[in-house]
């Protein structure tokens, strides 16, 4: 079975904070996704990448950045926290083929206050 | 651009019984992929069910169906016998068939089914 995790479950920052949230998988995929999920809205892309250090913009990149050194491995970066970036965040993996699913992981409940 | 519409953002079931969840779509092209993802309180995501748009036939899975009305750009979740672990957000989603940044997923808003014993 496809795993995915992330570093936490539950992150509490300050504003002006750098964060980084890790995402692990191990299934070789090559295409790696950034979510936020916030009630009312669903799931909105923040940022992509589709190989190792090949990244792409989502739908709302602004005050995030990303990072994929290795295959297995894409971070997102908040240069630095604001309020309104507390959320609920998900990663999610899939393979480069026309093999559509995503594969999510558990997500990481970030405040920020 | 295409855009995905889940109407109902609470719906609820009693248990054993039937229920359907409502998508509607936009979009200009004729080959893509529709998808039903679920989400339980504290749980990882997981996928549901799948629609090729090319294939006429509804899918199924198991106590899960759809359908797939695709002149009305119309994409239904059916939940037969339901039970208490079927509670959950239900997200609707459709994706170009293309690599790259064509082929992200667009999720719709979600849909909370409640299950009442």
């Known amino acids: 079975d496809v795993k995915v995790t992330q570093s936490s479950r539950y992150l509490v920052k300050r504003t002006g904070e750098k964060v980084f949230l890790e995402c692990v998988q191990d299934?070789?995929?090559?295409?790696m996704f950034w979510y936020r999920q916030d009630p009312g809205l669903g799931l909105r892309l923040i940022y992509f990448?589709?190989?190792?250090?090949?990244?792409e913009k989502g739908d709302i990149p602004e005050g995030y950045s990303v990072s994929r050194e290795k295959k297995e491995r894409f971070s997102l970066i908040l240069e630095s926290a604001s309020t309104n970036q507390t959320s609920m965040y998900l990663c999610?993996?899939?393979?480069?083929?026309?093999?559509?699913?995503?594969?999510f992981g558990p997500g990481t409940r970030l405040t920020v206050t | 651009a295409q855009t995905v519409t889940q109407s109902q953002p609470e719906m609820s079931v009693q248990e054993a019984e039937t229920v359907t969840l409502s998508c509607t779509y936009d979009?200009?092209?004729?080959?893509?992929?529709l998808f039903w993802y679920k989400q339980p309180p504290s749980r990882q995501m997981i996928l549901v069910i799948r629609?090729?748009?090319?294939?006429?036939q509804n899918a199924t899975e198991n106590r899960f169906s759809v359908n797939f009305q695709k002149a009305a750009k119309s994409f239904s979740l059916k939940i037969s016998d339901s039970q208490l672990g079927d509670a959950a957000m239900y997200f609707c989603?459709?994706?170009?068939?293309?690599?790259?940044?064509?082929?992200?997923?667009?999720f719709g808003k979600g849909t909370k089914l409640s299950v009442k014993p």
């Open positions: 990448s589709y190989d190792v250090k090949m990244k």
């Open positions: 999610a993996s899939s393979s480069g083929a026309i093999s559509y699913e995503q594969y």
């Open positions: 629609q090729e748009a090319y294939k006429q």
């Open positions: 979009t200009s092209e004729s080959d893509y992929y």
């Open positions: 989603a459709y994706r170009r068939p293309n690599l790259g940044s064509q082929g992200n997923l667009i």
């Open positions: 299934m070789d995929h090559e295409n």
